[in-house]
């Protein structure tokens, strides 16, 4: 199995984490970490850790300061509060996937955050529901990276994308409305306008999960 296999088919998230840790630039690690905390979203009981994760995914985009993120950690995170304190496991694991999520270093966040909500959506890290989540957080970061044993892009949708238009529109309004099952749409638009980067398009008709830092979504975006 070559290295590119290798990524396409691997579902062990901390050992993908370990190969793009000292390369991957540090948007792409915290909003893979979001991306694990809003996929145990509704075990998080406290109003503070969705916000950790929102103001998380803001700084990531550059929408607000390092001050606002630290203080998102802080009110989270201070000793003695009560997540602290034996809060049932799996709301647990969840708020401390959302309070990784708002740290500082976001290499050791990331894998942080995939082990906790791999905890969270399944009670334990050994069972059949922790490696369908470890799993998908897999795809997730696939989705956000690629695939780094490629080439880098030089792609016709990229093209489509940089000079504006109906694609370009629509990819804009899909990312900002978090609307990923709009995806094939999109790919249906680029095809139509002449869009002939099969990994792309084939992306963009996946199954997913999809999340905020999707390379295709980036590439149209003119993000990338």
């Not at 989705?143 to 489509?160: E, K, M, Q």
Request: charged share 25%.
């Amino acid at each position: 199995m070559t290295p590119e296999e290798w990524w396409d088919r691997c579902t062990d998230p901390l050992t993908m984490l370990e190969h793009i840790g000292p390369t991957a630039d540090a948007r792409g690690l915290r909003l893979f970490a979001c991306a694990c905390a809003r996929r145990v979203w509704h075990l998080l009981v406290d109003d503070r850790s969705k916000d950790a994760v929102v103001v998380a995914e803001d700084y990531a985009e550059g929408r607000t300061s390092g001050e606002r993120r630290a203080a998102a950690w802080w009110a989270w995170a201070r000793p003695g509060e009560p997540w602290a304190r034996g809060a049932p496991w799996r709301a647990g694991n969840a708020a401390q996937a959302a309070w990784s999520a708002a740290r500082s270093t976001v290499a050791e966040s990331a894998a942080f955050a995939a082990n906790r909500s791999a905890r969270a959506a399944a009670w334990a890290v050994w069972t059949a529901e922790a490696r369908d989540e470890y799993g998908a957080q897999a795809s997730l970061l696939r989705c956000i990276f690629g695939n780094p044993f490629r080439p880098p892009r030089t792609s016709s949708a990229v093209g489509l994308g940089n000079h504006g238009g109906a694609a370009r529109r629509l990819a804009e309004s899909i990312y900002a409305g978090r609307r990923f099952g709009d995806l094939p749409v999109l790919a249906d638009l680029l095809e139509e306008a002449g869009c002939t980067d099969a990994e792309l398009l084939a992306h963009l008709r996946g199954p997913g999960p999809h999340a905020l830092g999707c390379w295709a979504l980036d590439a149209l975006r003119g993000k990338s």
